[in-house]
């Protein structure tokens, strides 16, 4: 398998790269980026220190009108202090749920790890009110800022920040416009296990200044239906989605759960802007919850959060046309639980970015510190 599709991924790059010779079809974007990450719990004797030098390739291929091909490639080098001392990190980084394991560890020892993820790799058919898409590729149906608990195929980490193209399915997606502000959508995705499935349809629709949409789906061991908005509030974004999960094996013994989020964004004059958050989640074990869970484990729609209630605030301007910067913080009434992230993005030239970004992990009931990280990133994108 592994041979079949290195093979496939050189005759791909060939046949592109030829068709580019005679006629503008294929493009290439991508980015390098070099990220430091600081880590200590309470004292700064406890420095931790890890590199990641990341590249992504993105190829596109539009040999017509209706068809475009995409490759996406995602390269990762680790060094530093997590792949030392993390137990099990190098099976976290290639861990991969699709139909086909497409994420190898080229390079793994104690020191330094170098990984190497398919991303996407699709074809997409438009035409008329059709389009198409087979393949791995992000199915987003989030409407919300931070959580969305209407994302069942490729729910994102929000602590995750520098993985901005967010996970991917191996799916099929079908959408049929019934007009300028209104589709019906159906997906499937198959993973790994009997149980890792999903099966889904959405009508998305205007009423007014609002984009709706309805969702029913079977999700792994669940019935799902659910909605979302999005629309305005005078001059304020109004945007929020519920997702409501049912057992389909002995429902009348088991607890459902329901997961819902509402947000509200408002940009000021000059250049300042807020959003806030809160999500409810009616799956969460307050008693065991654990912030430091959020670092490692991979989200669901069904459980975005290890609390039952969490609220979310971010303040963020644009000082000048270079220089931007955010102040986030997410809280939770159970143990006083808070997570502070601060956040500064400099435009150093065309295509080159600076960025500082902190996260600080607080139990102030306990008065207990989880964890501090600084990110130093660089980043030049083509």
């Not at 580019?20 to 980026?33: A, D």
């Not at 990450?37 to 004292?43: A, E, P, R």
């Not at 009508?203 to 908005?229: M, P, R």
């Amino acid at each position: 398998m592994k041979k079949l599709l290195v093979t496939y991924l050189l005759l791909f790059i060939y046949t592109t790269i030829n068709a580019q010779e005679k006629e503008e079809k294929l493009f290439l974007s991508g980015y390098i980026k070099n990220l430091h990450q600081f880590s200590f719990v309470d004292k700064l004797e406890q420095l931790q220190w890890t590199a990641l030098l990341h590249n992504r390739l993105n190829f596109k291929y539009i040999p017509s009108e209706e068809i475009t091909f995409r490759l996406e490639l995602r390269n990762r080098f680790f060094y530093g202090d997590n792949v030392k001392n993390i137990f099990g990190y190098s099976g976290m980084i290639s861990n991969d749920n699709g139909i086909t394991d497409l994420s190898w560890n080229i390079i793994d020892n104690k020191d330094i790890l170098f990984n190497t993820t398919v991303e996407r790799v699709l074809v997409n058919y438009i035409k008329d009110n059709w389009d198409i898409t087979l393949g791995r590729q992000r199915v987003n149906w989030g409407m919300n800022l931070v959580w969305n608990p209407n994302d069942i195929f490729n729910t994102y980490n929000f602590l995750d920040f520098d993985y901005e193209e967010r996970p991917g399915s191996d799916a099929i997606r079908i959408q049929y416009y019934l007009g300028d502000f209104s589709k019906i959508e159906v997906a499937a995705k198959k993973g790994i296990g009997k149980d890792n499935h999903i099966v889904a349809a959405m009508y998305k629709f205007n009423s007014g200044s609002y984009d709706i949409q309805l969702l029913t789906a079977i999700y792994q061991q669940d019935w799902v239906i659910g909605t979302g908005w999005a629309g305005n509030l005078k001059n304020a974004g109004f945007k929020g989605e519920i997702s409501y999960f049912v057992p389909y094996e002995n429902y009348f013994n088991s607890e459902n759960v329901m997961s819902a989020s509402v947000s509200v964004d408002y940009g000021f004059k000059k250049g300042l802007y807020i959003n806030s958050s809160i999500l409810y989640n009616s799956s969460a074990n307050d008693a065991s919850s654990d912030l430091a869970a959020l670092l490692y484990n991979s989200l669901t729609a069904k459980n975005l959060m290890p609390y039952t209630y969490s609220g979310f605030l971010q303040l963020a301007k644009e000082f000048t046309p270079i220089l931007k910067g955010s102040l986030s913080t997410i809280y939770s009434p159970t143990n006083q639980s808070v997570i502070i992230m601060p956040s500064l993005d400099y435009s150093i030239a065309t295509n080159w970015e600076l960025n500082f970004t902190g996260q600080s992990f607080f139990e102030f009931q306990d008065y207990q510190t989880i964890g501090n990280s600084m990110f130093v990133r660089l980043r030049w994108s083509f």
